[in-house]
């Protein structure tokens, strides 16, 4: 057989390679590692940690804010939210866009309760895959709410679990207009899957806004801060430096409404502009409300 000459060539390069191959994983490779003789000196200052609202690490994780999408702006419909009836209630939940908190928040829940008692009607939102509560712990609930005229029910603010309530308090005086309300819920248990429950028995219409749920002990003792625990792992790191914002959501999936302001992030909670923290492909999207911080 004769071989052409572009052919040849292939063989003979293949056998030389594979030759080459051969004695390579022969030889025994060696490595001199000479700890007296260091190399550049690298300054303690270039340690540092790197925080990205990606993946829940604000939202969900550092943040010690307890609710998922308090203000109601993470997606078209109540994300985190779900209607919660018991006995013979009856109602329903919606977005809605009439009479808004403010402009910064445009969405409020609103609760239609068509039948009350005996039972009650209310939402649920269990958080960020279920809610920690420790037994012991204070956690403390604020919330915006009005009522439609000719409601006289109050609202009864829970912690509870499955077939389990661990924390209770009512509130009342709702009226017309937005107004904040806020106590404190001290859990008589321990469990890291409970919910937050705000529900009533009396038959009428309620919007709700920025409900937030927050752990008493956050780092430092801060209102609006940070988890106690996670905070504590980084402290500990002792980085000399943090770089915030970092990454791509320092400029966000589109600068006019994705990119992190400094200036929006130290308003009131009420008032601060959600943007976007996450995109895939363009048509998957998770929210932030740039809570973290004073």
Known sequence: MVLREPLLSVVVLGLTLAVTGAAALAQKASLAVQADSPGPR????????????????GDGGLYAEMV?????????????????????????IALDTGKPLNDA???SLRLEVTRGGPGRVGV???????????KGAQYGLSFH??????????????????????????????????????????????????QLVIATDKPG??????????????WRGRPNGLRADLARMLFDLRPSFVRFPGGCFVEGDQ??????????SVQRLQQRLVGVAERVFREVERR?????GR
Not at 68 to 89: I, Q, S
Not at 146 to 165: C, H, I, K, P, Y
Request: hydrophobic share 35%; charged share 25%; net charge negative.
């Open 42 to 57: 690298i300054s303690p200052r270039l340690w540092g940690i790197f925080f990205e609202e990606i993946n829940h690490a």
């Open 68 to 92: 998922r999408n308090r203000g109601f702006e993470d997606a078209a419909g109540p994300e985190g939210w779900r209607l919660l009836r018991t006995g013979d209630g009856e109602g329903s």
């Open 105 to 107: 928040t445009p969405h």
């Open 124 to 134: 649920a939102n269990a958080g960020y895959w279920g809610m920690a509560v420790r």
């Open 145 to 194: 709410a009005r009522a439609a005229r000719g409601f006289s029910g109050r609202l009864t603010a829970s912690l509870e679990g499955l077939g389990a309530v661990y924390a209770r308090e009512q509130v009342g005086g709702l009226g017309t207009e937005w107004k904040r309300f806020s106590c404190t819920l001290t859990a008589s248990d321990t469990d890291s899957a409970a």
């Open 205 to 218: 219409t309620v919007w709700l806004d920025v409900v937030s749920l927050f752990p008493k002990d956050t």
């Open 255 to 264: 600068l006019e409404h994705g990119a992190f302001s400094g200036r929006e």
């Open 288 to 292: 932030r409300d740039d809570g973290q």
